[in-house]
């Protein structure tokens, strides 16, 4: 590089910076254009319901535009069709409780603002033709002001923040324009009755084709998440790790273990959906008061054993290696323990699923009376021998973490039970259940969820499937 | 209760219900009112800015509603007005970078729109009488759809979500009003001045009334997590877990421990304002390509801290109690992993704020010979004569919890440093802090804070900073 004076260098680099941006432009738009093409199929194979929601929108457009384009109801053409154009693009959203809630929001919100607008029109008109915009003016600036301030709460922000936009917009607008146009009423009238017409069709078509329930998502992301921590704690490889310390590292398994680390993340997306559920009307299984809220309560928990999940899959993932005569004492407590909170989460998942009330409680008492022995065991002199804390650490650890996942799940297990109440799920006959699950293990390389759950739909990341625990886990499923 | 045939008993239920809603909403209505009332002074004092933040968007929507009113510049008063007023509510955003980034994809969606609208109209026009609404419908259809689906790339999503919302508005409402409306031209011509009326007047607004850059934001977030978490740390009930076993609970001081709970949650609101920061121009100290990715990053990492705290928190705040004599064993070790692992974070928190090169090393080198040394201990024969294990475990696992926190730590300096050198931190030289602390150590009541940043403004939940570290940490704030 040559040495430059400061300006002149700063100049270059400036426009090199600029050079260099234009001349990678196309490469960089390449690069999108292929990873997009590449993306698409995967992301309309994740979930085809995305498919369907394109094509319903654009159903849901081309109609109201033709309906308008073949029926001019109004004679002022370009401001009403735009109104209820406007309204479908804006208001047509995934899921139906989406959907509803902003065109109510949208409606309500249009109905008031109109209202107040003529009466801030009025109000301005008495006061003569010097007072008038002066008026106007302070109505819109107090109306936005406090509107704008009012979004800040958080409830409101969840459920209205779409209506007071709309009922910012239609204020001044009904104000504004009202002050020249004569005919304010029919202005008020017209817009009111397009965005009725938008909303309609835009419900009527998400309730009609092929509806997208908010309220059933998180029903399943619910279960879902549950099922995750299950796969996790009766993976081959966490069954196992006291007993790879003996027989040396399986990491090639250990990557199939990310499937839990979206539970963690998951707090805004079941907050979003319980908001949507609640506008939406009675479908399926689900009422208008489903217990929605109940829903986020067991996700807290979820994920509240997810972070216990999280730093125990750290210290599975870690280079200390377990002390094998450690280990073997334990093993057994562990891995019952890890497989019975792992046989409870998935009933509890199967449960939510099924509406049924879940047959959890002899897998969570099995856990804790095997949390007990091993409590009892670590306070025996089993140990003398072995003062090295060290070697000692990683398995303690390990056994201290499953004793904390067992109390989770019993919380979760709590709150579940509690749902289930409070939504009225079925009542199963216990003893169907245990003798399925009877049947289930003469037959070692079924997974056990076919058996235990007769409705359900796992979906879990493929690897998961793959690994239906081996073996050697058999005799703790007996348990 | 009657006994009555099931259907009559479901309308009975179906009314009660009705009834008690209706009866329930006026007393629903007026605690929502009291309750707003009571939080809406706690909102504005929580973050002044909304209130600036509501009167912006007053002032820019009577701006826009009088400038217009006083000088009609087209002849179309309702569409155009309209325009420039629902431009101003739509886009003007609390950050500068929102209203920007909302503000430009709003501008090139109606551009790019307009121009293939037209485009589309004048293919239309091409088939015929009878093709022509055909035609139409096709395009809006196609157009609709392909939009709609490609707002589900995330990447998309999270950047030019609302243009593609505009583009699709744009280009239906320009192909379908432009069948009826010869002027085609000037239609797309109104409509797009008017949208950078009512956009410019926002951003320009946004940017010289008090700006709120999310860039600020998201650099002062990151630096307020890692202060959370080095608040946790050093908090006295965390320092003295190992001597309160001894002398009984102070579970009084363990409420206030909560500060770090939103570090867990933070990652869809760190995404949101990097995403908003790349639209923002230089400003204060941050030029236009600030690396706001590494931002993500140090988020990620601190959030793995984060969860080990968690689980750190649930140990000191349970049932079991630690043995005096191991505690007093490990005490001094851990002490020093804790205090040195957060005075390295806030050195790192004051680095970021200042924007220096945080000199965290020596920190992190102290606490990782502690940590080795703590290995050590472990592994001497010290504990041959407590063969209880189970009194060992809470100290051993928060010892390991600890062990942990330090790898974290470390790995959050490593991206802060990376940071540092990404953005041309300033160096500073190194011989001055050790020097202030010096001084420091001299005032045991001063918070550390105050010596080792100049520039730092912590804002922290009052509980905590009532709370300096005790005259017994001193010892180890020398190290």
């Not at 109905?111 to 008495?126: E, K, R, T």
């Not at 033709?129 to 409101?156: N, W």
């Not at 506008?279 to 489903?290: A, I, L, S």
């Not at 109390?407 to 709590?414: F, L, R, S, V, Y």
Request: aromatic share 8%; proline share 4%.
């Amino acid at each position: 590089m040559e040495i430059d004076s400061p300006a002149s260098h700063e100049k270059a680099s400036l426009f090199s910076r600029v050079r260099w941006w234009f001349e990678a432009l196309p490469k960089r738009l390449t690069a999108e254009v292929i990873e997009t093409a590449s993306n698409t199929k995967r992301l309309a194979q994740d979930d085809p319901r995305r498919v369907t929601h394109s094509i319903k929108v654009g159903l849901a457009l081309s109609l109201v535009s033709l309906f308008y384009y073949y029926q001019p109801l109004y004679d002022n053409f370009g401001v009403s069709a735009m109104w209820a154009v406007m309204t479908v693009v804006v208001v047509f959203e995934f899921s139906v409780g989406a959907t509803l809630g902003k065109g109510l929001n949208r409606a309500l919100a249009t109905l008031l603002a109109g209202a107040l607008g003529l009466g801030a029109h009025h109000l301005a008109n008495l006061s003569g033709h010097i007072g008038e915009p002066i008026l106007l003016g302070l109505f819109v600036f107090i109306q936005a002001a406090t509107s704008t301030f009012v979004r800040f709460f958080p409830k409101i922000k969840a459920r209205y923040d779409y209506g007071l936009l709309i009922f910012i917009l239609t204020f001044s607008l009904i104000s504004v324009s009202g002050f020249r146009d004569a005919e304010i009423l029919e202005l008020a009238h017209k817009r009111l009755s397009t965005v009725l017409i938008g909303g309609s069709s835009c419900v009527i078509i998400s309730i009609l084709v092929r509806p997208v329930w908010a309220g059933e998502d998180l029903h399943n992301l619910i279960a879902l998440n549950m099922e995750k921590i299950a796969n996790f704690l009766e993976h081959p490889s966490v069954i196992e790790y006291f007993k790879t310390s003996e027989n040396g590292n399986s990491n090639d398994d250990k990557s199939f273990l990310q499937g839990y680390k979206s539970v963690l993340n998951s707090k805004s997306n079941e907050e979003s959906l319980a908001n949507f559920a609640r506008w939406e009307p009675c479908h399926g299984q689900f009422h208008f008061r489903h217990p929605w809220k109940q829903y986020l309560t067991i996700g807290i928990r979820t994920r509240e054993c997810a972070y216990r999940i999280d730093a125990l899959s750290g210290h599975l993932n870690s280079d200390i290696q377990a002390k094998p005569e450690i280990c073997s004492k334990i093993q057994e407590a562990c891995t019952t323990m890890s497989l019975e909170s792992s046989k409870c989460l998935r009933e509890l998942a199967c449960g939510v699923r099924a509406m049924t009330h879940p047959s959890s409680a002899k897998h969570i008492s099995k856990a804790k009376i095997e949390a007990r022995k091993l409590k009892l065991l670590l306070k025996s002199s089993l140990w003398e021998q072995d003062a090295d804390l060290l070697a000692v650490i990683p398995s303690v650890t390990v056994a201290s973490l499953l004793i904390d996942i067992v109390n989770c799940t019993e919380k979760i297990a709590d709150s579940v039970l509690e749902l289930a109440s409070l939504a009225h799920f079925k009542s199963v006959d216990p003893t169907v259940s245990p003798e399925k699950s009877q049947v289930g293990q003469d037959e070692p390389d079924k997974p056990l969820t076919v058996i235990a759950c007769p409705q359900v739909v796992i979906i879990v990341d493929g690897s998961e499937n793959d690994n239906p625990p081996g073996p050697s886990t058999n005799r703790h499923l007996e348990m």
